[in-house]
C-alpha cells in the first residue's frame, strides 16, 4: 500500500472536518476521499473500488459518468451553447421538451405542460405546493406517515421524518398527516379511513388543497403502496376538487422499472414531480408536469435564476433518446429487479427470515427490523468494497439503489458482499449484544 497516498487521505479527511460545516454527512458514513468513477464503480484516492449501490441517492440511474449522455455533453460544450439562459427559449429546452413528450408522453396517452423550477427536488415540491393552493383557494395539504418531500420548510412541513422536521427552526405548518398503505397493518385500509374524515364535516380536518405521495416511500423505508390503494386516494383527491400530486423525485426516471412509478396503477396525477436521475448525468434539475387546466401561474409568479438548467437539458435529452425510446430497457430493470429481488430474499432465508424485503423494479429495501444491525451491516459493506445506505423511521432498512444500467456480474458481486456482511454482523451482534452499529449517525 502507497503510505503516501494514505496519508494524504487522512489530510484530506482532517481539513474537510475542519472547514466543513457539521451539516455533513455522507462523508462521516463513507470516510474516504472519492476521486473517480464510471458505471457502478467508483474509486477512491487509494485505489479501493467500491460498488455503488447508492447511485447518488438516486441520482444515477445511469450510472457515473456514463459515457453515452456524456458524448452530447461535450458537444453541446464544444460548440459554445447557451449553459445559462434564465427560461428563455434555448434549443436544448425545446429539443428536450419534444423528446419527453414524443416518447415518454404521448406513448403513455399523458399530456403535460413543462414547469421548469428551481433545481432542486424540494424546490420542485415547494412549487407544486404553492400551485395547489394558488388553484383552488384553499391552505391545508394532506401528506402521509413516513413521506420524505424534501428540506426546505414548505416542503419539510410535508415531511414525516422527526429527526428532519427538528431542523425547521419554526412551527410547521399547513399539512396535515394520514396513514400511509399499511401504515395501520395489513388488515386496515386507510383509504377508506382518508375518505371518511373527508366525508365527516366534524373530522376536524380541512378540505385540501392537494394530496401529497409517493408510490414508494424512498427515505421512509421503501414502503410500497399498491394499486388498488392509490387508486383510492386518486379518488379521494377527486370527491374533495383536491389536486392529486405524485412525487416522483427518486422513484421516477425507471427506477422502479416503469418510467413513472404511478404507471402500474393507471391513475393520472394533476401534477407530478421530477428531479434527480431527470438530467441523466447527475446535474441539477427538477421539473412539473402539470395538466392544462391546472396550469394557472401568471408569468414570474414562481420563477428562479437556475431553472432550466442547459446543459442537464442536454443531458436528459440524450438519456430519453437513448434509454426510452422503446420498451426495452424498462423490461431489463425490471428483469434486474427480479433478480435482486430473489437474491435479498434468499439471504433472509439463509440468516433466519426473521428480515423482510420489499419494494419495486430496482429500489429495494432489506428491513433488518433493528437500527443497530441495519447500522452495523452497512459499515462492514463499506469496508468490503460496497456502497449503501439506510432509511426507515430508525434507520433500520438497508436501502438498495444501483444503477439501472449495473452489469449483472457487478450486481452479484455486491449481493454477495451485503450477504457477508449481514452474516457478519449478525455473528458479532450474537457474541456481544447492543454493539452491532457504530453510531456515526443518519447517512441520508
Not at 441517492?57 to 460544450?77: F, S, V
Not at 436544448?92 to 413528450?101: D, G, H, L, Q, R
Not at 395489513?186 to 378540505?207: C, E, M, N, Q, W
Request: hydrophobic share 40%.
Amino acid at each position: 500500500m502507497d503510505m503516501d497516498r494514505v496519508t494524504g487521505e487522512s489530510r484530506g479527511l482532517l481539513a474537510l472536518n475542519d472547514l466543513e460545516s457539521n451539516v455533513r454527512i455522507y462523508s462521516r458514513f463513507f470516510p474516504e476521499i472519492f476521486s473517480r468513477a464510471r458505471g457502478s464503480i467508483m474509486l477512491t484516492n487509494g485505489g479501493r473500488k467500491v460498488i455503488d449501490f447508492l447511485s447518488g441517492a438516486g441520482t444515477l440511474n445511469y450510472g457515473h459518468n456514463n459515457h453515452r449522455i456524456k458524448e452530447a455533453l461535450i458537444e453541446y460544450l464544444r460548440n459554445d451553447s447557451v449553459i445559462h439562459g434564465l427560461d428563455m427559449a434555448t434549443p436544448a429546452k425545446i429539443a428536450f421538451m419534444e423528446t419527453f413528450s414524443s416518447a415518454i408522453l404521448r406513448k403513455r396517452g399523458m399530456k403535460y405542460r413543462f414547469h421548469f423550477t428551481g433545481p432542486t427536488g424540494a424546490n420542485a415540491v415547494e412549487a407544486a405546493l404553492k400551485l395547489s393552493r394558488k388553484v383552488t383557494g384553499r391552505h391545508n395539504v394532506l401528506s402521509f406517515t413516513n413521506g420524505y418531500h424534501g428540506l426546505s420548510l414548505g416542503a419539510l412541513a410535508a415531511s414525516g421524518n422527526g429527526f428532519y422536521r427538528q431542523g425547521g427552526g419554526l412551527p410547521l405548518s399547513g399539512v396535515t398527516f394520514m396513514p400511509y398503505d399499511g401504515y395501520l397493518g395489513p388488515d386496515y385500509d386507510t383509504a377508506d379511513y382518508l375518505r371518511k374524515v373527508f366525508l365527516d364535516k366534524s373530522s376536524g380536518i380541512d378540505p385540501p388543497a392537494a394530496i401529497l405521495v409517493e408510490c414508494v416511500q424512498g427515505e421512509g423505508g421503501i414502503n410500497v403502496a399498491s394499486k388498488e390503494w392509490l387508486r383510492s386516494v386518486e379518488a379521494a383527491a377527486k370527491d374533495v376538487h383536491a389536486l392529486f400530486i405524485v412525487d416522483d423525485i427518486q422513484m421516477g426516471c425507471g427506477r422502479t422499472g416503469d418510467f413513472f412509478s404511478f404507471e402500474f396503477a393507471g391513475v393520472s396525477p394533476d401534477i407530478v414531480i421530477l428531479s434527480k436521475s431527470l438530467s441523466g448525468y447527475g446535474l441539477p434539475l427538477s421539473v412539473l408536469l402539470i395538466k392544462d387546466e391546472v396550469d394557472a401561474w401568471q408569468p414570474g409568479e414562481h420563477t428562479g435564476t437556475f431553472r432550466g438548467n442547459n446543459l442537464a437539458l442536454a443531458s436528459a435529452n440524450a438519456a430519453i433518446d437513448i434509454y426510452w425510446q422503446d420498451q426495452t430497457f424498462s423490461q431489463n430493470v425490471k428483469r434486474m429487479g427480479e433478480l435482486m429481488r430473489a437474491r435479498l430474499e434468499a439471504t433472509s432465508l439463509k440468516h433466519g427470515n426473521s428480515f423482510h424485503v420489499r419494494g419495486r423494479g430496482m429500489a429495494l429495501g432489506f428491513d433488518c427490523q433493528s437500527a443497530e444491525i441495519a447500522e452495523g451491516t452497512a459499515h462492514k459493506a463499506f469496508e468490503k468494497g460496497l456502497m449503501v445506505e439506510r432509511c426507515g423511521h430508525i434507520d433500520q432498512v438497508v436501502k438498495f439503489l444501483p444503477a439501472l444500467t449495473i452489469d449483472t456480474e457487478t450486481l452479484d458481486q455486491g449481493l454477495d458482499l451485503f450477504d457477508q456482511s449481514l452474516g457478519e454482523t449478525l455473528k458479532q451482534a450474537a457474541r456481544f449484544p447492543g454493539a452491532g452499529g457504530q453510531g456515526v449517525g443518519r447517512a441520508g
